[in-house]
């Protein structure tokens, strides 16, 4: 993706969308964006972004 991943998933968030962490590894990151109601996955950014890994840090999902 072209976009910021940070960017990305702050709109995703203020539409009322679901993110979650599908994979992790030390130096990136798999999260998949959900319907609001956290059903259909929709899309999946793979980003190995600093700004991203500080962004997420330990969590697992937006609702953490």
Do not use: K
């Amino acid at each position: 993706m072209a976009d910021d991943p940070v960017a990305i998933l702050q709109r995703w968030e203020l539409a009322g969308g679901v993110w979650r962490i599908i994979g992790r590894r030390a130096e990136e990151l798999a999260i998949g964006l959900f319907q609001c109601d956290g059903g259909e996955r929709v899309d999946v950014i793979r980003s190995a972004d600093a700004a991203l890994l500080a962004f997420v840090g330990d969590r697992e999902s937006n609702a953490d």
